[in-house]
């Protein structure tokens, strides 16, 4: 299995930007579709993002569309989720997440098996 750890988590007001990273070791990134999800307190854990192993396919949701950016560099091992004009509501721990199932429903949650530790990202109003 690839090991992630992400980094890049923290503290910003509404409207603000970060960039959360998530590093691969173990296994060549390049193999996997990645996704990034998140977890707010008393709620389930939702997929915001996703990226296809070739890198070609993107998938994000409602909630995010046109705040959040997926990338991918596979030289580097590393997967990233840009996340700008923050909300509150956006304040949860995230997590990166990789499978190597290459269906074309690569966004599809349960396919999803290597999990990181998880970053806290908090958005004050």
Known sequence: QVQLVESGGGLVQAGGSLRLSCAASGRILSAYSMGWFRQAPGKERELVAAIRWTGAS???ADSVKGRFTISRDNAKN???LQMNSLKPED???YY???HNDYRDSY???NLFRSWGQGTQVTVSS
């Open 58 to 60: 993107t998938y994000y």
């Open 78 to 80: 590393t997967v990233y």
């Open 91 to 93: 304040t949860a721990v």
């Open 96 to 98: 990166c997440a990789a």
């Open 107 to 109: 966004f599809y949650p």
